[in-house]
Structure formats: structure tokens, C-alpha cells
């Protein structure tokens, strides 16, 4: 199956106000409840409570040097299937990779590395920024080796995880924090 879903044509575009409702129902079914637990990112074991919602949505689409990159692909009657998403912007003189999400039941396919490739692509190409940097939990360490395999660095810096802001969740332990990863384009 991962040969035929890493074959799929993807079709990129940008998403607008209109897919809030789809992208919404697509970044909480890849990181919560139980739905999360058919792919390998999930966070279920970490945080309950919303991973995004309408102002994170609509913040991304409105900002300046902001983008949040859908990939489709035709369903059977046609019409665009959203299969993954990620928001880039510009941020501190580099590209900001955050909210990658691809539906549970197709993760480890290969559309997750395609979408990470087309946003370098366009930090690098259009933007002409020279990195690009995200923020992990430090304790998903299977997320953080994915991430070094595609070339990211662990850079040492932490952030403090916004415990109280229930924007980020709700977390089910007190140990959570951010660590920067990085790529040169």
C-alpha cells in the first residue's frame, strides 16, 4: 500500500478561509482522541484538549509571509480529497514549519516527505530565505528522528511549553517543553 500512496498525485495549493472547517478536522484527527492512534503522530498519550482551531486557521491565512500549504489529491467522484497540510512563514529571517499534518490512516506513505519538500521549496525558491525551523516536543523522540533523517538539526534551544494556555492543549504531564530543530536550505 505505502507504494501506491507514495504514487498519488498530489496537487498543492494554498488554503483559504473556506478550508478552516477541513483543516481543523484534519490537524485533530492526526494529533488527538483516538482517531490520532491509526498513524504515528499522535499525542494522545501527551495532551488532550484542541490542537488547532479557527483563529490558529485564520491567524496562518491572514498573516503576512504566511501559508498554510494543503495537498489533494481527486477523490473517486473527482472532487479534492485534502490528504495533508502544513503552515509556513517567515519568521526571524527563516522559514517556520509547524501544524504538518497527514490523515492517520496514510501516514508512512510518502506524502508527508513530499509536502515538507515542497514547503522547503518554497521557502527556499520563493521566499529566499536560507533555514527552516520548527518546534517538537522534546520527548517525541520517533518525531525528532524523522525529522533528522530529512536533514533537521537539533539546535539546543527549548522553549517552555504554554501550560495554562489551553490554545496548546491540555497536558496530561508537567514535563513538556519545545525544542528548536533546523535545516539549511
Given at each position: 500500500m505505502s507504494s501506491v500512496i507514495a504514487a498519488t498525485p498530489l496537487v498543492f495549493r494554498h488554503a483559504t478561509l473556506a478550508d478552516t472547517d477541513a483543516l481543523i478536522a484534519l490537524v485533530e484527527s492526526a494529533y488527538r482522541g483516538d482517531a490520532s492512534r491509526a498513524g504515528w503522530t499522535?499525542?494522545?498519550?501527551?495532551?488532550?484538549?484542541?490542537?488547532?482551531?479557527?483563529?490558529?486557521?485564520?491567524?496562518?491565512?491572514?498573516?503576512?509571509?504566511?501559508?498554510?500549504?494543503?495537498?489533494?489529491?481527486?477523490?473517486?467522484?473527482?472532487?479534492?480529497?485534502m490528504l495533508a497540510c502544513a503552515h509556513i512563514a517567515e519568521e526571524e529571517g527563516a522559514g517556520y514549519f509547524g501544524m504538518f499534518s497527514v490523515q492517520p490512516n496514510l501516514q508512512g506513505g510518502g506524502i508527508g516527505k513530499r509536502v515538507i519538500d515542497e514547503a522547503e521549496r518554497i521557502v527556499r525558491d520563493e521566499w529566499h530565505l536560507p533555514a527552516m525551523r520548527m518546534t517538537v516536543i522534546d520527548v517525541r523522540n520517533e518525531l525528532i528522528a524523522f525529522y533528522e533523517r530529512r536533514g533537521y538539526v537539533r539546535t539546543g534551544k527549548l522553549k517552555p511549553f504554554p501550560y495554562g494556555d489551553e490554545r496548546f492543549g491540555l497536558p496530561k504531564r508537567d514535563d513538556l517543553r519545545f525544542e528548536v530543530l533546523e535545516k539549511a536550505l
Open positions: 499522535t499525542e494522545a498519550d501527551l495532551l488532550d484538549g484542541r490542537r488547532t482551531g479557527a483563529d490558529d486557521i485564520h491567524d496562518c491565512v491572514n498573516r503576512e509571509r504566511s501559508v498554510i500549504l494543503i495537498a489533494e489529491t481527486a477523490a473517486a467522484d473527482g472532487a479534492p480529497q
